[in-house]
């Protein structure tokens, strides 16, 4: 039985349907796939299967078709919940409680939703890695600028989920250099499977755990009331110092748009072998990880409120010395499971960013860039993979950094070179020779507008601020 391919950058090729029940196992199609594609077949087959009894039981086929291609969406909204993002939520709430972040958290998200329905649809439909595709549409220079962009955000970012997974096994007496080689031995330990499903199924196992902070903002015994309200009616801008406002707002926003997430969705959709037909698919995965990570940012908030109630200043806390400022108000139980949150949220995060990375220098060298490959055959994408955590893990072990300075410059850096790499998914999903019929609408194209220009203004707002900062007084 004949099926269509997808010729690829690298010279192999992959089926672009799922093939028939009655279509051989992979196993026989050993001598006309590479590794990387009978894997991939392997999990295209599943998905057949599963819409075929969609077909016959709606509901359980349904599920079991959600249940296969689920992933990347959760991924990498959970993966932007990192230890900067989540330690930028904390001094959100110990400095200024509940009220107007709320509702910009979830502003932020629903940002963030756009971008990444984008980028599934781009990846879905083109096969590609979003590098690879910037390379052919723009040329060298854009594809060499935008790939130095996110290599540079990705390993100021990596550096910071170190900092955050020292930080969580620091409160329970774990030794630095020990939090650290832990954290190294888990991103080396999820990519040795040498399959995308298995990588992607232990990463998620460990993301779900971001939700560490819903049971610590409950032991903070938040007022409901107070949360309701900030969400309905949007409190303004709170007092203090306008400068220190303008760098949390440009944290929380770089806590959820950012250019490692398009690199690392498009990347992870191609290498799950995702279809057309899967689109509404990914956009449902989307979908539930934007509302997870908003949950958990919320709760963040909610957990450390406390610290603004009481009147603490939170001004000069550095990672850990949340948790531990928080145990009088939500016990050594809450505190302890805001830092093993920190640490959760450090650890998928370094997965995530530094496989980003990967994927964006094997599409740029031509090598090898797919986990469903073993080590031997693509050792330049684990090399890269491992050697930028290892680096950056290295850095954190320098002394007396100035660690929640560090960690909210970064998101405020991510917030700064986001709109290059948004300008150019926009146009990518634009070109009609890239994307057929599955082209922005005049929707879409409404909304990647205003987020672009939310961050240009964010970006030039922070630039004035920091040449002019007496322009702030209006604040």
Excluded: C
């Amino acid at each position: 039985m004949n099926h269509p391919w997808t010729k690829l950058s690298n010279g192999s090729a992959r089926p672009t349907t799922a093939p028939a029940a009655d279509s051989p196992h992979a196993s026989d199609l050993a001598g006309l796939l590479t590794h990387e594609d009978a894997d991939r077949a392997r999990d295209r087959w599943k998905v057949g299967r599963a819409r075929r009894e969609e077909g016959r039981s709606k509901g359980f086929g349904r599920f079991l078709v959600l249940w296969l291609l689920v992933g990347p969406g959760v991924l990498v909204f959970l993966g932007e919940n990192d230890a900067p993002s989540m330690l930028s939520y904390s001094a959100t709430g110990a400095r200024f409680g509940v009220g107007f972040f709320i509702p910009f958290v979830v502003l932020t998200f629903l940002m963030g939703l756009v971008v990444q329905e984008m980028t599934v649809r781009l990846g879905a439909v083109t096969h590609r890695g979003h590098a690879e595709l910037i390379f052919d549409r723009f040329g060298k220079f854009w594809g060499f600028f935008s790939l130095g962009d996110l290599v540079l955000g990705n390993f100021l970012t990596l550096v910071t989920e170190f900092i955050g997974i020292r930080a969580g096994l620091g409160f329970f007496g774990v030794r630095p250099s020990v939090a650290v080689g832990v954290g190294l031995l888990v991103v080396f330990a999820a990519i040795t499977t040498g399959r995308y499903w298995t990588w992607e199924r232990i990463t998620l196992g460990l993301a779900i755990f971001n939700g560490l902070f819903v049971p610590a903002a409950l032991l903070a015994r938040p007022d409901w009331h107070q949360v309701g309200h900030a969400l309905l009616t949007w409190t303004p801008l709170p007092h203090g110092n306008s400068f220190d406002i303008l760098v949390l707002l440009l944290a929380d926003i770089g806590a959820t748009v950012t250019p490692w997430m398009i690199f690392f969705q498009q990347s992870a959709v191609v290498d799950k072998g995702m279809q057309p037909r899967d689109i509404s698919a990914g956009r449902v995965d989307t979908l539930l990880g934007a509302v997870l990570a908003t949950i958990f940012a919320i709760a963040t908030i909610l957990a450390t409120a406390p610290l603004f109630h009481h009147g603490i200043d939170a001004s000069q806390f550095q990672a850990a010395q949340f948790a531990q400022a928080l145990r009088p108000w939500i016990g050594r139980a809450g505190a302890a499971l805001f830092a093993l949150g920190i640490f959760e949220a450090g650890i998928v995060a370094a997965i995530a960013i530094s496989t980003s990375s990967a994927y964006a220098f094997g599409e740029v060298l031509g090598t090898g860039h797919s986990l469903n490959q073993p080590m031997r055959d693509a050792w330049p994408f684990y090399s890269i993979l491992l050697g930028s955590a290892v680096a950056a893990a290295a850095l954190v072990l320098i002394p007396h950094a100035p660690l929640e300075f560090i960690v909210l410059i970064v998101n405020v850096v991510a917030v700064l070179a986001m709109p290059p790499a948004l300008a150019f998914l926009v146009m990518l999903v634009n070109d009609r020779d890239v994307m057929g019929d599955a082209v922005n609408g005049a929707w879409a194209n409404v909304a990647a507008v205003v987020v672009t220009v939310l961050l240009i203004v964010a970006g030039l707002g922070f630039g004035v601020a920091t040449v002019f900062p007496h322009w702030l007084s209006w604040l």
